[in-house]
């Protein structure tokens, strides 16, 4: 019997492999033929055409949608642009692919691109709230309902994910990536790669996904936007690329250069990163875009001489693609005539290019994502809006909870309170793509909704979110006093975080922080709501709001979604992928750091501030429940392993509450000692369980060798033999240990 077994299965084994190696050999068939085309298109190319597939530019918007750019439409008949952004809409993607097919000498067809990152048209919250989830199926649903969003409207590319580790706050860009951890961000970056591309790129509901922002751009100094990075290589390499290489490890189409400099040299000018990383050792066999102009802003690093410089290195560096800065479309012919460059590398970043535009189908038919029923069904559809409240709910974080949430429904009178309960504009976020901010649903609306006329609701503005006016603060106090239950509803506006908004300052903007202070002193159940881009400055609201609940720009549907969490049809479950600082002076702040030659302690001349502790107000990995979970039995599957052997951790979680809930496990490492110093916790893996009232679940992570490796004295990526700490818990501060040994 159990020999019939044995033979069955290796025959599988063999039928399979046949099997995995005829879709192989189909697969690189395929690549072939492609290549073989690319030649062949190559070989009927002028150089203008072939400079048109490196040029990128942007559409404009008009009160009536879309618009091209003076000129560009002539560009697009001579084959001078082979790509346009900011043009969405089937209408008017396919008048543009038109001309490029019927008007140019060769056809190629227009590649249209947008920055689709959190939602196209049903917008779902910022990634960083996306984040929080720590669900990467709904982030790969996020982003697949995007993309079968875009795709509808015209589109083929994503500027999306941003995949920027980030540990500064004060950039107003945090909003756009997963936070400050590596492993999560890699992880993220698959789930959203996966959303957007879909398992084959030929189905016209996929888009191409873009890495960005190549590399290290969230290490700006300061935290200010655009500015200059400088770090070691090996930081770089553990901390701020591994996401960009898990992006290509799931087939990421395209990459982004970065605005900064890294090392004294503007990304979209360095061959180190695009050409020896990218290239070399990654074997990338996408294409590179740069940022918006960043090759034209090479002059002012003082890397280029001029326009005509900043082109030369570009493309020497390995930028296939230059987005609206036509340093390219302007100097490329005569750096090619002068041999600055090589008629070579052109035809190699054509290639690039035209790739992509073979894999997804655009040789077979330019029109394939020009689809007008399409659009009509299949854009801000009800399924797509549950699923943005779906997401909405799970991204946000519990961060306080004296025991006033969840409210009951059966409240008589709630006060509203706060320039954010009946706030519009600002819910659907910074780079909300084509979103719609007068679709998104207030909170007002969504209290409304969920407790009907039974409850009475006074909502008072109070403050605007900027500014000094407090002739409301007076309405809002009696709004508080006549009210059970007071929800404060406080943030920032949407454009405070995004590109180009560092904020120096992280408390409440306005007079915000005044507003909640004059109406908590009423002193009725009060409960935070916080709207904001990225972690603030709130110890003071931790001492004094009851509750806190922080939800982002939760997109389309947040009223709606925020409404379930307050009103307990939703028990939280978001954990923070981002430290909130007690105070400005505590940034960069993050909770893998080294343990320094002085760790703090109550010794004077150690590592610490005279006038804050060094702990953040609420650790990464923190969120709260409406439920409470209990770490026991952490057991190991040994206590010492070899390098090749892998480690099971065992972990009993209970949930020791009323209700049911989830919970985020996190599992994080820490090697002792090691040929350079490792920071004091690592996250290494975690699993969101689900667990009801009083149930018990045993759950297992198993560690190998990749999980404990680093780059080492030598630059080699590779374990050390010697002692490790396991810490599991539900955040990154409340954990219990244990420990083995890596032999030798
Ligand atoms: C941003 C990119 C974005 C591009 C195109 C730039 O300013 O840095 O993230 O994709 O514009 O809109």
């Known amino acids: ?141 996020a982003a697949r309902i995007a993309a079968i969003e875009a795709s509808a409207e015209g589109l083929h590319w994503t500027f999306a994910p941003m995949v920027d580790i980030s540990r500064d706050p004060r950039w107003g860009r945090v909003s756009e990536g997963s936070g400050e951890d590596t492993y999560l961000g890699a992880a993220i970056a698959k789930a959203r790669v996966r959303g957007f591309q879909g398992s084959d790129l030929k189905e016209t509901n996929t888009i191409l996904a873009t890495a960005k922002h190549f590399a290290a751009y969230g290490a700006a100094l300061a935290g200010r936007d655009y ?276 904020r120096s300052n992280l408390d409440l903007p306005g007079v915000q922080k005044e507003l909640a202070e004059a109406v908590l002193k009423v002193g009725k159940p009060t409960v935070t709501v916080l709207m904001n881009g990225r972690p603030l400055t709130i110890e003071w609201l931790d001492n004094s709001s009851d509750a806190i609940l922080e939800t982002w720009f939760a997109g389309t549907q947040a009223g709606h979604a925020i409404a379930d969490v307050l009103f307990g049809d939703y028990n939280p479950s978001g954990k923070l992928t981002m430290s909130f600082p007690r105070n400005v002076g505590q940034i960069p702040i993050f909770y893998n750091n080294k343990n320094t030659g002085r760790p703090m302690t109550d010794e004077k001349y150690t590592s610490k501030y005279l006038d804050v502790s060094n702990d953040p107000l609420y650790p990464f990995g923190f969120g709260l429940s409406y439920t409470s979970f209990e770490y026991n039995n952490l057991k190991l599957s040994a206590d010492k392993i070899n390098i090749n052997d892998s480690l099971k951790v065992i972990v009993d979680i209970t949930n020791t509450g009323d209700l049911d809930g989830e919970e985020v496990v996190q599992l994080y490492i820490q090697d002792l000692v090691g040929s350079v110093t490792r920071p004091v916790k690592e996250l290494k893996g975690f699993q969101k369980i689900a667990l009801n009232s009083g149930e018990t679940k045993s759950i297992t992570f198993t560690i190998t060798e990749q999980d404990l490796a680093f780059y080492t004295a030598s630059m080699d990526f590779k374990a050390e033999a010697g002692e490790f700490k396991i810490f599991v818990g539900g955040n990154s501060r409340d954990v219990i240990e244990s420990k083995f040994t890596l032999n030798k």
């Open 227 to 502: 500015n200059t990075v400088d770090m070691s290589d090996r930081v770089l390499r553990e901390t701020y690329l591994p996401p960009f290489k898990a992006a290509l490890d799931e087939g990421v189409a395209t990459f982004m250069t970065s605005f900064n400099e890294v090392d004294g040299i503007p990304a979209s000018g360095s061959k180190y990163l695009l050409n020896d990383i990218l290239r070399d050792e990654w074997k990338f066999n996408g294409f590179v875009v740069t940022d918006y102009t960043s090759i034209n802003e090479m002059i002012a690093h003082g890397f280029s001489t001029d326009l005509k410089n900043a082109a030369e290195q570009a493309i020497n560096a390995g930028v296939d693609m230059d987005m609206q800065g036509a340093a390219y479309y302007d100097h490329l012919k005569e750096l090619v005539s002068e041999s600055k460059v090589s008629e070579k590398t052109i035809d190699q970043a054509v290639r690039n290019v035209l790739r992509m535009k073979f894999k997804l189908g655009l040789f077979d038919d330019p029109y394939r994502y020009s689809n007008k029923e399409r659009e009509q069904s299949q854009v801000f559809t009800k399924e797509h809006l549950e699923s943005a409240r779906e997401v909405a709910r799970a991204s946000q974080v519990l961060l306080k909870n004296d025991n006033v949430l969840p409210i009951s429904k059966d409240v008589k009178t709630i006060a509203l309170i706060g320039p954010m309960g009946n706030n519009r504009r600002d819910l659907i976020g910074s780079w909300s793509a084509a979103g719609d901010w007068s679709k998104a649903v207030t909170l007002l609306e969504g209290i409304k909704e969920k407790l009907g006329s039974n409850t009475k609701i006074i909502q008072v503005n109070g403050s605007d979110v900027e500014g000094n006016d407090q002739s409301e603060f007076n309405r809002a106090i009696a709004a508080a006093r006549n009210a059970d239950v007071v929800i404060l509803a406080l943030g920032e506006n949407y454009w405070m975080s995004g590109e180009a908004a560092s």
């Open 1 to 141: 019997m159990i020999n019939q077994l044995s033979k069955g299965l290796s025959l599988c084994l063999i039928l399979l492999t046949i099997l995995s190696c005829s879709e192989r050999a189909d697969q690189s068939n395929l690549e072939d033929q492609t290549e073989n085309k690319i030649d062949s298109l190559l070989s009927l190319m002028t150089i203008d055409e072939k400079i048109g597939q490196l040029t990128l530019f942007t559409s404009d918007y008009d009160v009536t949608g879309p618009t091209m750019r003076e000129g560009y439409i002539e560009d697009i008949k001579s084959g001078k642009v082979g790509a346009i952004f900011n043009a969405y809409g089937v209408d008017y993607t396919t008048k543009l692919q038109k001309i490029a097919i019927e008007e140019t000498r060769l056809g190629i067809p227009l590649l249209f691109g947008y920055d689709v990152i959190h939602g196209h048209k049903t917008i779902f919250p910022i990634s960083l709230g996306e984040s929080s989830t720590w669900d990467l199926a709904l982030i790969e649903k």
